[in-house]
């Protein structure tokens, strides 16, 4: 009976990203502020419809920015929902997974400091 208790908990666990577990994501209503291995940097998805924004603080506005890795939403509005879209990280810190927990699409996202080097394209669509 206990190791059926123990795996049901495990199975519970894995719904969450590797982040949600291991290392803080905030959430703000539709949008869940996501941490990279840069202490400056983080990834702000908007749940409802997969966009995504590179954030940058700094102590000098120069350094300090925000800047979108995707222009337009990867559904149409009347199929966004609060908590469709996750990132999951990879093994590059530059390198994340999107996944759309509706129907699952995915898509490989890349933060850079360098504008031309950002970019999400589909895996699986």
Same mark, same amino acid.
């Given at each position: 009976?206990? =190791? =059926?208790?123990?795996?049901?908990?495990?199975?519970? %666990? !894995?719904? #969450? =990203?590797?982040?949600?577990?291991?290392?803080?994501?905030?959430?703000?209503?539709?949008?869940? #502020?996501?941490?990279?291995?840069?202490?400056?940097?983080?990834?702000? #998805? %908007?749940?409802? %419809?997969?966009?995504?924004? $590179?954030? $940058? /603080?700094?102590? +000098?506005?120069?350094?300090?920015?925000? !800047?979108?890795?995707?222009? /337009?939403?990867?559904? +149409?509005?009347?199929?966004?929902?609060?908590?469709?879209?996750?990132?999951?990280?990879?093994?590059?810190?530059?390198?994340?997974?999107?996944? %759309?927990?509706?129907?699952?699409?995915?898509?490989?996202?890349?933060? !850079?400091? +360098?504008?031309?080097?950002?970019?999400?394209?589909?895996? !699986?669509?």
């Amino acid at each position: 009976m206990l =190791s =059926s208790q123990i795996a049901f908990a495990q199975s519970q %666990d !894995s719904a #969450l =990203s590797p982040f949600e577990t291991s290392q803080e994501v905030i959430e703000a209503g539709n949008f869940k #502020l996501y941490p990279t291995e840069n202490m400056y940097t983080f990834l702000k #998805l %908007d749940t409802r %419809d997969g966009t995504i924004k $590179q954030l $940058q /603080w700094s102590q +000098e506005d120069a350094t300090r920015f925000e !800047s979108n890795l995707n222009l /337009w939403p990867l559904v +149409e509005e009347n199929e966004r929902k609060p908590n469709r879209f996750i990132l999951y990280p990879t093994q590059n810190m530059y390198e994340f997974i999107l996944l %759309d927990q509706i129907n699952g699409n995915t898509w490989q996202v890349q933060w !850079s400091f +360098e504008y031309s080097k950002r970019l999400i394209v589909p895996i !699986s669509n």
